[in-house]
């Protein structure tokens, strides 16, 4: 390859797992567990989303969104910033984001936000790349009671 031709696919790489990592956000947002287990590789995966659990198969993440987040009263946004990617080799890379995340409860009256980072490993499965590998780490948490109208912090720390 010439050098002209391997930085553009670095750049198509680069770009098409910064896209990924939308689908995999929007999926969130729109409640869509196809789409977002799409995002993953169908073998073996490593998801450690820390409390929420960790998982060696995209099957049991997405059960366990279906079962938490798919619900008309969970209003979820799922704000993916600072990606930095780096292409390892043709079929693999690497990727950090940081992550603005709201959530609003209109049954148990909450609103909670946080800030996490995701450090993420991708591979090319079948000229597509896909996630094979996450870990989320919240650093910041606030979470709110907005019932009665008036907002009472509940929980406020690092995580």
């Known amino acids: 390859m010439t050098d002209f031709t391997e930085r553009i696919a670095r750049l198509e790489a680069v770009e098409a797992i910064r896209q990924l990592k939308a689908r995999y956000f929007h999926s969130c947002d729109s409640k869509n567990p196809a789409g977002m287990r799409a995002c993953f590789v169908a073998g073996p995966v490593d998801i ?3 409390a929420l659990g960790r998982f060696t198969d995209r099957d049991a993440l997405v059960q366990l969104f279906t079962q938490l987040g798919c619900h008309p009263h969970i ?3 799922h704000h993916g910033a600072n990606p930095d990617i780096t292409i390892i080799d043709s079929d693999n890379a690497r990727g950090t984001w940081s992550l603005h995340y709201q959530q609003i409860d209109t049954v148990k009256q909450t609103v909670t936000q946080f800030g ?9 499965e079948d000229g597509v790349w896909k996630i094979s590998a996450t870990r989320c780490q919240v650093t910041s948490c606030a979470v709110l009671s907005i019932a009665d109208g008036v907002p009472r912090v ?5 995580g």
């Open 48 to 50: 450690d989303y820390g």
């Open 116 to 124: 996490a980072c995701y450090d993420d490993a991708y591979r090319r």
């Open 75 to 77: 209003v979820e946004m």
């Open 154 to 158: 509940l929980h406020a720390g690092a």
